[in-house]
DNA sequence: TACCCATTAAAGGTCGTACCTATTGTATCT
DNA sequence: AGATACAATAGGTACGACCTTTAATGGGTA
């Protein structure tokens, strides 16, 4: 049902990770395609699959005639909001110590925003997981995140809770989210909110409205997430189409 | 200086405009990567390349064994925050008519931010652009372009900064932004900006501070702008590194 | 009839080589 | 000294062959 980690995935990870740690540091820039592509121990037209991509997420730029740059500003961005990133290494990469301060399940059925989203009928049995993530202790996250009942398998903890909510949805729902499209919004906290994050109501805060889907393009999963100003630096790198 | 239009470029912007347009709604996937290749008069190497991009922006999903699935979701998100569009256009694909209601110049020097963002010496001799954009008559976006003054070449009236930004920079600063990083952050409305968007003070809006880099990864141009609420969904497509 | 397994067709993934074309720097000629 | 021609570099494009993953098919067995 999902995809599986291919060669090229693989190695496209150890290329940026390389390229992170500074690899080319020297002329910030990539060797030769065919160079470059026998070291990786892969073909030339398989690396230029793999170049693509990443020209594509900014971190490189390649010129026709030239070469293969290396775009140190992009690769330097500690958050991209434009990457799917689990909320405590996002606080890890901030720079903060991660925590799950509590968490709280319920259940419910879907009213007209959730079926809309998951597309399902209005009514049917979800789970609600309420969430709070901390920064050094202070309230950075909260998030209440929906799934079908009927995608649970039982069997699970509070303390599965804990952990990155994809290790639930693959251990006890059998899903592998593969890309979500999440809307933004800026919001002031009401009464709530302001207690959840222990600030003066009024106070900004950022509020995304996550959808996952499958690899199948089918949602599987829904959140409602707010995040604390000043935390976290959201950057989101943009090119023309 | 720039990059030229290539091929390549040219060949994937019909074949997304295709997918939008619903070409292959039929099955809502690609033909067969070697039939798909010969119709769009260019070779499999060269059409997969335009896959990798494709796919990495969520447009399609390649699967070993399976075939490219066009993800007809994504396809169909209205303002994609992870690809630069222009001010006008955005309130347009929102299903508003733009205008842009007013434009001031003015003169200045690079403060501490401004200088650490384009890279510049503090006190460099900069040019300030604040301009108004409405929706149906509302204000909408409220933006401050910051460029260094040398750059400008001169020679521009105000109704050159009427039209989208990138034709004066394009036309009088000899400069074509590549892509650029954006930080996000929700805020409220002071006094200034609620006089501006005609809003309540205190009233959400979301804050956008941009960077602009050219080919070469030099900061060319910054923009700090201001989104009201209730008129753009913000969507941003996700995916894992 | 129902289920399991082997076969096979379809489609993306990888490889290797040859050649085209844009850039850039250098050497030469004026 | 400047302009022009040339050559080296490196990405872009093209074929054609073969590998690997999926999914569908069909036959055989319980």
Request: proline share 5%.
């Amino acid at each position: 049902m999902s995809s599986q980690p291919t060669q090229s995935k693989t190695i496209r990870a150890q290329l940026l990770s390389a390229m992170k740690d500074g690899e080319f540091a020297s002329c910030q820039r990539l060797p030769r395609e065919s160079v470059l592509a026998e070291s990786l121990g892969i073909s030339r037209t398989q690396l230029r699959d793999i170049l693509a991509s990443l020209e594509r997420e900014g971190f490189i730029t390649r010129r026709h005639g030239v070469g293969t740059i290396i775009n140190r500003h992009v690769l330097n961005v500690h958050t991209r909001m434009d990457i799917e990133v689990e909320f405590l290494d996002m606080i890890r990469q901030s720079g903060h110590e991660p925590a799950v301060a509590s968490v709280r399940v319920s259940d419910g059925t879907a009213d007209e925003k959730i079926a809309a989203q998951l597309q399902i009928p209005k009514g049917t049995p979800i789970i609600r997981v309420s969430r709070l993530c901390t920064a050094d202790g202070k309230p950075a996250i909260y998030c209440e995140d929906v799934i079908e009942k009927s995608l649970a398998q039982g069997g699970y903890t509070i303390n599965d809770l804990k952990l990155p909510i994809f290790h639930f949805l693959q251990q006890f729902c059998g899903v592998n989210p593969y890309l979500d499209l999440t809307d933004l919004r800026p919001v002031v906290a009401d009464a709530a909110l302001a207690e959840i994050f222990q600030v003066p109501m009024g106070s900004p805060l950022l509020n995304m409205d996550e959808v996952d889907f499958d690899i199948d393009g089918k949602p599987v999963f829904c959140s409602n997430e707010y995040f604390a100003d000043g935390i976290f630096r959201h950057t989101v790198m943009r090119k023309k189409l």
